[in-house]
């Protein structure tokens, strides 16, 4: 990490809430980066379990910012990001552990594509570090996105650095100038598909996402969140609202409307099977709740938008039928 007040090349970002147990290797693996023009931010979310004077004692170089409540994903990363110095913005959870070459593959990604605004690691499972938790995501026609390689053992498909549609909130790093551009993440997201919001954002401006397959973390999947806790349906199926009403251009939004609808019915089966009916029903209705304000934001979007339809279109992906195999093995 710098010594002096220079400027930093690159901003890391790391949001915490109640997440002592994970500080130690998340933090301690970026003092490891072999790349040392960087800065750390770290952001509590009001936690309870002394993980502000933790870091505060235990790693005196890094920045701490504490709140006074918890802002979500986003919140936090928004105040980090406001505190950020770095031409390049990394945002990493805490519950991750990247190589020690990480920040230099994502530096030497930048510098090689400089139309890219944004970079996507490659993220493996934190207890299976053989096996890919995800290089980025696609998103298919209907607005669903899909996380590429999830659950694949290493594999020379994802050797090779490739476009994609975006990368995973958890360990992406985002070109400031894009920022400047396009805006940060939205704090009505409060967490989950925030990523997906911005991606979206940024490639109606014209900015690609880059996988660097070098670029290596370890992540606990879901450790903070859970899976399909009722939290992380809420906020997944409101929030998938959200990103296709903002972004999706009106064209390319009656050409799919029928496998919007499929989506929407099969989603509906699914968490009612799951035990999560209501929590999808209560994200439907509060996402109808928001509706005013995103078609407000979705007028500036699709205004400043620089890609046309067909372009849009060509970057979509038929992901829609591996949704249905999830529907299709919850079945008896």
Same mark, same amino acid.
């Given at each position: ?32 980066? +072999? ?16 993980? =502000? ?32 110095? #770095? ?18 593959? *994502? ?27 995800? !290089?980025?995501?696609?998103?298919? +026609?209907? #607005? ?20 994609? %549609?975006?990368? !995973? ?20 997201? %409060? ?18 996402? *880059?996988?660097?397959?070098?670029? =290596? ?15 992380? =349906? ?40 799951? #035990? ?24 500036? *979007? ?19 039928? *591996?949704? %249905? ?8």
């Amino acid at each position: 990490m710098p010594d002096n007040a220079a400027m930093p090349e690159i901003s890391v970002v790391v949001v915490n809430w109640n997440g002592r147990q994970f500080l130690e290797e998340c933090l301690q693996s970026l003092r490891r980066q +072999t790349f040392r023009d960087f800065e750390v931010i770290f952001v509590d979310n009001g936690s309870a379990d002394g993980s =502000v004077s933790y870091v505060q004692n235990r790693f005196p170089e890094v920045t701490v910012v504490p709140l006074s409540e918890n802002r979500g994903f986003t919140g936090g990363n928004i105040a980090g990001y406001q505190q950020s110095k #770095g031409k390049l913005i990394a945002l990493l959870n805490n519950d991750t552990e990247v190589h020690a070459g990480w920040l230099d593959e *994502i530096y030497q990604a930048a510098m090689q594509y400089p139309e890219a605004g944004s970079f996507a690691s490659r993220m493996m499972y934190f207890d299976d570090r053989k096996r890919i938790e995800n !290089c980025g995501f696609d998103l298919g +026609t209907a #607005g669903v996105t899909v996380d590429l390689g999830r659950g694949e053992l290493e594999a020379t498909r994802w050797e090779s650095s490739n476009a994609v %549609f975006g990368a !995973c909130g958890g360990a992406v790093v985002y070109r400031r100038s894009m920022l400047d551009d396009v805006g940060f993440l939205d704090p009505d997201f %409060f967490m989950v598909y925030e990523d997906v919001d911005l991606s979206f954002r940024a490639q109606l401006r014209g900015y690609p996402c *880059i996988y660097v397959p070098a670029a =290596v973390v370890y992540h606990r999947y879901r450790a903070t969140l859970g899976r399909a806790s009722v939290g992380q =349906v809420f906020y997944s199926q409101r929030n998938i609202e959200f990103v296709y009403f903002k972004n999706m251009p009106l064209v390319l939004m009656l050409l799919s409307l029928p496998q919007r609808l499929l989506y929407e019915v099969g989603s509906a089966i699914y968490f009612a099977r799951t #035990g999560r009916g209501a929590a999808f029903a209560r994200a439907k209705f509060d996402a109808l709740r928001h509706l005013p304000s995103l078609l407000k934001k979705r007028k500036q *979007i699709q205004q400043r938008r620089i890609l046309a339809n067909h372009q849009l279109r060509s970057l979509l992906k038929p992901v829609l039928a *591996i949704k %249905f195999r999830k529907l299709l093995s919850s079945l008896p």
